[in-house]
């Protein structure tokens, strides 16, 4: 299966140190050149860990022109938005993607989506985690912005409760 990221989940899970589940779970991941220039673009404490999965399997893939149709529709979205939905298009792909307006220009196009809590709970279901709702609460308590509706809409699909360890 081809997957395609936006910046977002790679930030999130290398805030848990979580990015080997996305090779556990897809093999391969690629990323546009715009996504890995976000990735870099300011010194974080991730870095490191990015660096590292970039070596591994994470892979930087070129998209020669976002489709018009695609173009229309990501118009307000961030350059590395609209690269990782155009790169995921074309490909046919999953996109793993946060934001809330990338995910709905996504969904317009008719494109396999899933966020970081989507991910985390796979890898529940595989056995690959035992709990989702820590790791969520270590990434948010880490700066990455997750609502407490989300967070509370993944206790609900989880069947755990906040603050379980």
């Avoid at 999965?53 to 307000?76: C, E, G």
């Avoid at 709702?133 to 993944?154: F, H, N, T, V």
């Amino acid at each position: 299966m081809t997957v395609v990221s936006n910046t977002g989940p790679l930030i999130a899970l290398a805030k848990a140190n979580q990015l080997d589940l996305l090779k556990l779970l897809f093999g391969q991941i690629e990323i546009p050149l715009a996504v890995h220039r976000e990735l870099f673009a300011s010194k974080m404490s991730e870095a490191a860990r990015l660096e590292e999965a970039l070596s591994r399997f994470i892979q930087i893939a070129s998209l020669l022109v976002i489709p018009p149709q695609v173009q229309t529709i990501t118009a307000q979205l961030d350059v590395g938005e609209q690269q990782a939905i155009g790169l995921a298009f074309e490909r046919k792909a999953l996109l793993l993607i946060d934001d809330y307006a990338g995910r709905t220009a996504a969904r317009r196009l008719g494109l396999a989506r899933a966020g970081v809590i989507g991910i985390l709970i796979l890898a529940k279901e595989r056995g690959l985690i035992p709990k989702v709702m820590p790791l969520l609460e270590e990434i948010r308590g880490r700066g990455y912005w997750l609502s407490d509706g989300l967070l509370k809409q993944a206790a609900r699909l989880t069947g755990e409760k906040a603050g379980e360890s």
